[in-house]
């Protein structure tokens, strides 16, 4: 394997500027950036809209927008975090530090990276503009099932129908980048078991994404026939099956939710060890354990079906192989925890993020058990305790590992340390704030409030207000969160080149912030 | 830097991939548009500028290649995206496949009122009987005939398997640096592809014309042209591609030992076949 590198243009040692610059970009550094900035834009876009879901939720009947709407926001708020923030976010991390971890000069197809993420601007423009069509944008549920997405939908379901293609046709290159980068680009000695865990949790991902993608790619692209050229795919008088969409979906949409956890597993993996000043406890476990998981999620999808009226036997099966994923979930809960046993802990703010995602997710991890058990969960199937569920997984635990990871890795990228007392003031001002936001959506939705429902029975109401008072004060947290990432960018004091004291890995080997290219030689691992 | 040649090579800044953008965004909102009743322009534009970007950017990826700046680093990581690429696109028929294997045995059964559906038919679909093909209960597109696998699907599959061989061919040719033989071995895999396509054309014109087989026609009909369809659309792809690459070697591209949009486009081609092969089985032969 080569170790040197070669470039286009012998005088270009530094950043170019200008516009130019961020447009044509093929450093991995810029390119991360660029995502993560996309990430922060769609998060706050999402999360307006989710503070108009909220402020309609703060006392039952109807205030302040009409139901249609109100089931616009639900739809769009989902799709746009989960398509717009937690994955480019994720891929935001995966650019900036992959080629830093494995002593990389650059991804492995640079120019292609640059298209990967310039896809997303456009197919969030796309997402977007639905909002100002005529008949509104989609309002049948970022899960689009048919037949609410096929014959009951508005016109602008086409557009969005084009803009998840795009979607998905960015995150399949940015997958073939990351593979063909873990596999060919490591530093001579980074051995497979060698890499850090945030490399391996994000390979595995990248496997995933290739595997599903493209099926999403079919669904939407059977929607869009079924709407537009007679095609009865989801329509039983042709002989088809409106449940066959959600059978295809969640085909796509199981593995979908591990790609958005198994790099915060990564990150997390990271800052504990650094933090408690210990190795990671059970490397080689952690590797197996992300690897079955990513298995296992292409057999569990049907649990998201219970109430479908699928064959016993087939509920029997989807519920004993859903537990199953429990299996090495707790593998890594009980691995972080150990690592911190007898540690020499300190808590400066991205290990305050860890802890917190470990136990919060942790939360997400039990209640989906609890609904992986199929006859529990026509009790909670559609209800806010589904809602609770999954914003316990996705927000303490995907996004948390975003917020962590910028805390953890933006000295290194800005070259200034964050103001550790801001740090913290946003930290236990999130936590506390979205625990009162999401923690009683668990208490409703035992009581039997319905999701996606702008509207609810007076028995919910005190719960509803407390819920939304959280969610108003979790979104003005990451207003605050804007000051501290720009406040850190323009200055600080200047980071040291480990960053932390008990930091480990390639990527604090090199000067605070990281120069324009790194690794150009590339690193010997011992 | 540090190297001027042996070294991983990094592209310099490069606005192909924004043209793309661009070319992605107006292409597919076009076309929505147009589904929509706007004009075909936009959608029209924005092929054109995906074009255009496909030959600058494919342009200068073969320049590149040409004045020696790839290293096999450099094509190890183009094989690797390939063949991740062709894994994709597996995976994309792989969703179709599927959807045709669940109608067939169980969504349709259970419309005839197999499983726990025994009340679905009787209330909803009385007297519908599970067979296949079908175009459903509810007699979507009216009487048809359906696609026999002895006509000309099984001379379809003679022509691909015949090209895997004749690309096979041109690939023996390369590697023992027979000009003629890779170029002779090119043209009768373009012709093969062509001639494949022409026969599914006129297939699609005979189910329109002759069978009432249409795209309309219930389950099997979707089933049978998405399917069909889709792989059309890839040997499309795919001949033009053998077709550059066809060119490429007349202008004398390609050594022996490095020829890496040879065997790329070999691949793509021998998973347009395995496609193929499954269609020829699932969607014609077992009816």
Known sequence: ???????????????????????TTTNHKDIGTLYLWFAFIMLLIGGAMAMVIRAELFQPGLQVVDPNFFNTMTTMHGLIMVFGAIMPGMVGLANWQIPLMIGAPDMALPRMNNWSFWILPFAGTMLLSTLFMEGGGPAFGWTFYAPLSTTFAPASTDFFIFAIHMLGFSSIMGAINIIATVLNMRAPGMTLMKMPLFVWTWFITAFLLIAVMPVLAGAVTMMLTDRN???????????????????????????????????????????????????????????YATASIAFLSFIVYAHHMFTTGMPVAGELYFMYATIMIAVPTAV???????????????????????IAFVFLFTIGGFTGLMMGIAPADMQYHDTYFIV?????????????????????WAPKWTGHMVDERLGKIHFW????????????????????????????????????????LGGFAFGLAQVFFIYVIIKTIRGGKAATAEVWEGSHGLEWTIPSPAPYHTFETAPEVK | MSSSNGGYYLPAPSHWPIVGSVGMFLMLFGFASFLHGSSALVMSAGAVIIVVMLFGWFGTVINESLSGKYNSQVDTSFRMGMAWFIFSEVMFFAAFFGVLFYARMWSIPWLAGGSNNVMTNELLWPGFEAVWPTNGPGDLGGDYQYMGPWGIPAINTLLLLSSGVTITWAHWGLKKEDRTQLILGLMATVALGVVFLGFQAYEYYHAYTDLNLKLTTGMYGSTFFMLTGFHGMHVTLGVTMLFVILIRSMKGHFTEENHFAFEAVAWYWHFVDVVWLGLFVFVYWLV
């Open chain 1, 229 to 287: 050229f007679g095609t009865s795919f989801f329509d039983a008088a042709g002989g088809g099956d409106p449940v066959l969409f959600q059978h295809v979906f969640w085909f796509f949409g199981h593995p979908e939710v591990y790609i958005m956890i198994l790099p915060a597993f990564g990150v997390v993996s990271e800052i504990i060890p650094t933090f408690a000043r210990k190795k990671l406890f059970g490397y080689s476990s952690m590797v």
């Open chain 1, 1 to 23: 394997m080569s170790t040197a590198t070669t470039h286009d243009d012998h005088h270009d040692h530094g950043a170019p500027s200008g516009l130019m610059r961020w447009v």
């Open chain 1, 332 to 354: 890594k809960v009980f691995n972080w925890t150990a690592t911190m046993w007898k540690g020499s802990m300190t808590f400066e703010t991205p290990m305050l993020w860890a």
């Open chain 1, 429 to 468: 001002w999130s936590v506390i704030s979205v625990n009162v936001l999401f923690f009683p959506q668990h208490f409703i939705g035992l009581a039997g409030m319905p999701r996606r429902i702008p509207d609810y029975s007076l028995q919910f109401a005190d719960w509803n207000m407390i819920s939304s």
């Open chain 1, 388 to 408: 609770a569920h999954f914003h316990y997984v996705l927000v303490t635990g995907a996004l948390f590992s975003i917020i962590a990871a910028f805390y953890y």
